[in-house]
Nanobody, 125 residues
Framework: QLQLVESGGGLVQPGGSLRLSCAASGSTLDIYAIGWFRQAPGKEREGVSCISSRGGRTTYADSVKGRFTISRDNANNTAYLQMNSLKPEDTAIYYC??????????????????WGQGTQVTVSS
């Protein structure tokens, strides 16, 4: 059974950077696409970015394009979300999710069956 654990969240000033990690255990990660999602207070969980199982395809929400970069290291069973130029509106709990898609990924939360517990990101001065 695949298990995911996020880390790397915290408090950062506007314009700052954070790198989130999503560590997998229980199964090899290289057969799973990874999605990053976030949920702000009072809002629905939304897709931020996703990456296919071998890293050949990535997708970003318009709100984070040019600022966030998704990557993965299958040898270490870990995926990452590098977040630069952070804004207060990026404040949310960030979740990683996994599903065994082939050579594609989706930013639709209902298609993912494996989820981490989330990590809080707060952007504030």
């Amino acid at each position: 059974q695949l298990q995911l654990v996020e880390s790397g969240g915290g408090l950062v000033q506007p314009g700052g950077s954070l790198r989130l990690s999503c560590a997998a255990s229980g199964s090899t990660l290289d057969i799973y696409a990874i999605g990053w999602f976030r949920q702000a207070p009072g809002k629905e969980r939304e897709g931020v970015s996703c990456i296919s199982s071998r890293g050949g395809r990535t997708t970003y929400a318009d709100s984070v394009k040019g600022r966030f970069t998704i990557s993965r290291d299958n040898a270490n069973n870990t995926a990452y979300l590098q977040m630069n130029s952070l804004k207060p509106e990026d404040t949310a709990i960030y979740y990683c999710a996994a599903e065994s898609f082939q050579a594609m990924c989706f930013m639709t939360r209902r298609v993912y069956n494996y989820w981490g517990q989330g990590t809080q990101v707060t952007v504030s001065s």
